[in-house]
């Protein structure tokens, strides 16, 4: 199936500080998602990305759709205790029909107050 | 705002033992799916569902496995004969028209013992 490499795999990071992660894939996509999840919890939308050299800003967070299409990237300025989880990209291949999302494997950030 | 649910949060069944993992999708969306994340690992996807039929399904999505939609607004996935490989978090997700955000549940844990 298709991969999205997601890096970095892990991050700890003290509190105040920006983090920046990305995904790239050898395949183009149509469509680039951001989010969150919680232990224990369901993933949780941050930003859609929907055209190629998007970039799009939700408070603290900022996220680009690449140029090529086959790369996205989130950054998180100011990082507070509560940024603590695992974010994931997730891609589009194509916008007809009832495409599917393709996950990365997760980023896991841990924030040192 | 509105939000997609799932019942149970928790379920623990035998190997060889049926179960419905229900999810209510966000009311005006048409398009739902099925994911599963199993511990520590990536979000994949199963199954996606529009106008009362199968749009698209992964290999992980055997006959072992069957969708419904037996009214307005459940969503259901059932698992015949559960194997101890299909414990993990199960997330319902659905979809307006149009727009490609796919939001998601906050899962079932699903233990096969």
């Known amino acids: 199936g298709q991969q999205l490499n997601q890096s970095p795999q892990s991050m700890f990071i003290q509190e105040g500080e920006d983090v920046s992660m990305n995904c790239t894939s050898s395949s183009i996509f149509n469509t680039w998602l951001w989010y969150k999840q919680d232990p224990g919890e369901g993933p949780v939308l941050l930003i859609a990305l929907y055209k190629a050299g998007e970039l799009t800003s939700n408070g603290r967070l900022t996220a680009q759709f690449g140029i090529t299409r086959k790369d996205s990237f989130l950054n998180i300025s100011a990082s507070i205790p509560s940024d603590v989880g695992i974010y994931f990209c997730?891609?589009?291949?194509?916008?007809?029909?009832?495409?599917?999302?393709?996950f990365g494997k997760g980023t896991r950030l841990s924030v040192i107050a | 705002e509105p939000e997609v649910t799932q019942t149970p949060s928790h379920q623990v069944t035998q190997m060889g033992q049926e179960v419905i993992l229900r999810c209510v999708p966000i009311s005006n969306h048409l398009y739902f799916y099925w994911y599963r994340q199993i511990l520590g690992q990536k979000v994949e996807f199963l199954v996606s569902?529009?106008?009362?039929?199968?749009?698209?399904k992964s290999e992980i999505f055997d006959d072992q496995f069957s969708v419904e939609r037996p009214d307005g607004s459940n969503f259901t996935l059932k698992i015949r004969s559960t194997k101890l490989e299909d414990s993990a978090m199960y997330f319902c997700?659905?979809?307006?028209?149009?727009?490609?955000?796919?939001?998601f549940g906050p899962g079932t844990r699903l233990l096969v013992l």
């Open positions: 997700a659905s979809r307006d028209r149009g727009l490609e955000t796919q939001y």
């Open positions: 569902f529009y106008n009362n039929e199968i749009s698209e």
């Open positions: 997730a891609g589009q291949l194509r916008n007809s029909g009832n495409t599917p999302l393709v």
